[in-house]
C-alpha cells in the first residue's frame, strides 16, 4: 500500500482492467480523484455525464464514472462506506479565500492536482470536477448545500476498476470542513486485473 500525506496528492497511470483502492485510513479523510483518458488527455472525467448517466447524486457501488465524452472510465466494484460526493470542485486557494474567509496561504487540493498532474503533461485548466471520495455532502429540501463530516471509519474503502487506460489524480483532501476539521493520510493500492 502507498499513503498520501495529509494535504498532499499524487498522479500515475491505472492500466484498463487494473484495480485502484482507496483506503481511509483514520477515518473522516475525503480523497478527491480525477482521470483522464491516458491515450488522450482531453478525455477526463465529467460529473454532468455521471450523475446524468447514473440517474444519481449518490455514486457507489455498482456505478461507472464516465468521461466528458460519454465513455465509462471507471467502475466502483466496491464501497464500504457508501457516500461520496460529485457536486463540489476540489479545494483551490480560492475556497479559502471566498468560503472560509482565510486570506492567507492554504494548501489545496486543486494546487494537489496541478502540481501532480504536471508531469504527465496535464494543464490547471483542464483539471475537472473530482469525484470527492468519502465527502458526506447533505442537501437541504431548498437546495442548500451542506458539508458535514465524513461518515467513513478507519479502514473504510472504495475499489475502482478502469475501463480505459487511465491518468489518475488523488489527494487527501486540504479542507478543514470536509474531514471534521483534521487532516490525516490516505491510502491506496493497485492492482493489476485478477
Given at each position: 500500500?502507498?499513503?498520501?500525506?495529509?494535504?498532499?496528492?499524487?498522479?500515475f497511470?491505472?492500466?484498463?482492467?487494473?484495480?485502484?483502492?482507496?483506503?481511509?485510513?483514520?477515518?473522516?479523510?475525503?480523497?478527491?480523484?480525477?482521470?483522464?483518458?491516458?491515450?488522450?488527455?482531453?478525455?477526463?472525467?465529467?460529473?454532468?455525464?455521471?450523475?446524468?448517466?447514473?440517474?444519481?447524486?449518490?455514486?457507489?457501488?455498482?456505478?461507472?464514472?464516465?468521461?466528458?465524452?460519454?465513455?465509462?472510465?471507471?467502475?466502483?466494484?466496491?464501497?464500504?462506506?457508501?457516500?461520496?460526493?460529485?457536486?463540489?470542485?476540489?479545494?483551490?486557494?480560492?475556497?479559502?479565500?471566498?468560503?472560509?474567509?482565510?486570506?492567507?496561504?492554504?494548501?489545496?487540493?486543486?494546487?494537489n492536482?496541478?502540481?501532480?498532474?504536471?508531469?504527465?503533461?496535464?494543464?490547471?485548466?483542464?483539471?475537472?470536477?473530482?469525484?470527492n471520495?468519502?465527502?458526506?455532502?447533505?442537501?437541504?429540501?431548498?437546495?442548500?448545500?451542506?458539508?458535514?463530516?465524513?461518515?467513513?471509519?478507519?479502514?473504510?474503502y472504495v475499489?475502482?476498476?478502469?475501463?480505459?487506460?487511465?491518468?489518475?489524480?488523488?489527494?487527501?483532501?486540504?479542507?478543514e470542513?470536509?474531514?471534521?476539521?483534521?487532516?490525516?493520510?490516505?491510502?491506496?493500492?493497485?492492482?493489476?486485473?485478477?
Amino acid at each position: 500500500m502507498k499513503i498520501i500525506e495529509k494535504q498532499s496528492g499524487v498522479a500515475f497511470h491505472l492500466k484498463k482492467g487494473a484495480f485502484l483502492k482507496v483506503i481511509d485510513l483514520q477515518g473522516e479523510q475525503v480523497s478527491d480523484l480525477v482521470a483522464f483518458n491516458a491515450n488522450d488527455k482531453r478525455e477526463k472525467l465529467s460529473s454532468g455525464k455521471t450523475l446524468d448517466f447514473e440517474s444519481t447524486l449518490f455514486i457507489t457501488k455498482g456505478h461507472h464514472l464516465w468521461s466528458n465524452r460519454g465513455q465509462k472510465m471507471m467502475e466502483i466494484w466496491e464501497d464500504t462506506n457508501g457516500r461520496n460526493d460529485f457536486l463540489l470542485a476540489p479545494c483551490s486557494p480560492e475556497t479559502f479565500q471566498i468560503l472560509y474567509n482565510n486570506p492567507t496561504y492554504h494548501p489545496s487540493c486543486f494546487e494537489n492536482l496541478e502540481q501532480n498532474l504536471d508531469a504527465f503533461g496535464i494543464p490547471a485548466d483542464d483539471i475537472p470536477t473530482a469525484f470527492n471520495i468519502f465527502m458526506n455532502v447533505q442537501l437541504d429540501p431548498e437546495g442548500t448545500i451542506r458539508v458535514e463530516p465524513p461518515k467513513s471509519k478507519p479502514g473504510d474503502y472504495v475499489l475502482f476498476k478502469a475501463c480505459m487506460d487511465l491518468i489518475i489524480g488523488l489527494t487527501a483532501c486540504s479542507a478543514e470542513q470536509s474531514n471534521n476539521f483534521k487532516f490525516k493520510p490516505i491510502g491506496y493500492e493497485v492492482n493489476p486485473e485478477s
